[in-house]
């Protein structure tokens, strides 16, 4: 399978637990990104990563979230002691990161529910 | 600042008809990218097209067809002959080119109800 994958697609927890989101990119792509869906809305920006280095994170909660994308692995969206606002879907997409203007391919979505 | 417009919440029709997605974008840029991604039932988000802001050709793919006009700031999406298949929704997006810096401005998308 080519294809951006996260895993795992469906996760719920109750307040006040850990959330971990991981993202493995497209084979070639040195680029990661996410974005969260809420409800009825279209995506909004949280954070780029390039391998073991955080680019922009201007879209990201400045508590409680963290990123990452170690040399070896996949990237991780970490939300600690979720609340109820961050039920949500969470896409994850990838890119070769060729001089800015590459596309950025998405995988399939982790759907977090915070009971 | 970079903003992404579809006015249209929702669309339904009939299986075979023709239907356009509308996208309104603003931004100071003079280079720019422009993308539409289709959102099905499954939730998986798929990539249609990326068209940049020197090539206003329109372009057609099978049933789809785009057309870019940067006089108006509009890129809208047709799908000829509709089919069932095509029933999702359709996000319009841009990014501004700039090192570091080139995460995507989505719009809140149009649902596309095909009936057949």
């Known amino acids: 399978n080519a294809g951006v994958m996260q895993n795992p697609r469906h996760l719920v927890r109750r307040r006040g637990q850990e959330a971990r989101l991981r993202c493995s990119p497209m084979k070639g792509h040195s680029h990661v990104y996410w974005y969260r869906q809420l409800p009825e809305e279209g995506l909004k920006f949280m954070v780029y990563?390039?391998?073991?280095?955080?680019?922009?994170e201007s879209g990201m909660p400045k508590e409680r979230f963290s990123a990452e994308f170690p040399k070896e692995g996949p990237s991780i969206l970490r939300i600690q002691q979720v609340v109820r606002g961050d039920s949500a879907a969470y896409f994850c997409a990838s890119s070769l990161g060729l001089a800015n203007t590459d596309t950025q391919y998405f995988g399939p979505g982790t759907r977090l529910t915070v009971l | 600042a970079q903003k992404v417009t579809q006015a249209q919440t929702e669309i339904s029709v009939v299986e075979k008809e023709d239907v356009t997605l509308d996208c309104v974008y603003e931004t100071r840029d003079t280079t720019y990218y422009l993308f539409w991604y289709k959102q099905p039932p499954s939730g998986e988000l798929v990539f249609l097209i990326r068209?940049?802001?020197?090539?206003?050709q329109n372009e057609i793919s099978g049933r789809y067809s785009w057309n870019f006009q940067k006089s108006t700031s509009s890129f809208n999406f047709t799908i000829t002959a509709s089919q069932v298949v095509d029933s999702a929704v359709y996000f319009c997006a841009l990014t501004k080119p700039q090192t570091g810096a080139n995460n995507l401005f989505f719009g809140t998308g149009t649902r596309l109800t095909v009936i057949p």
């Open positions: 990563l390039q391998k073991e280095n955080i680019i922009d």
């Open positions: 068209r940049n802001s020197f090539d206003e």
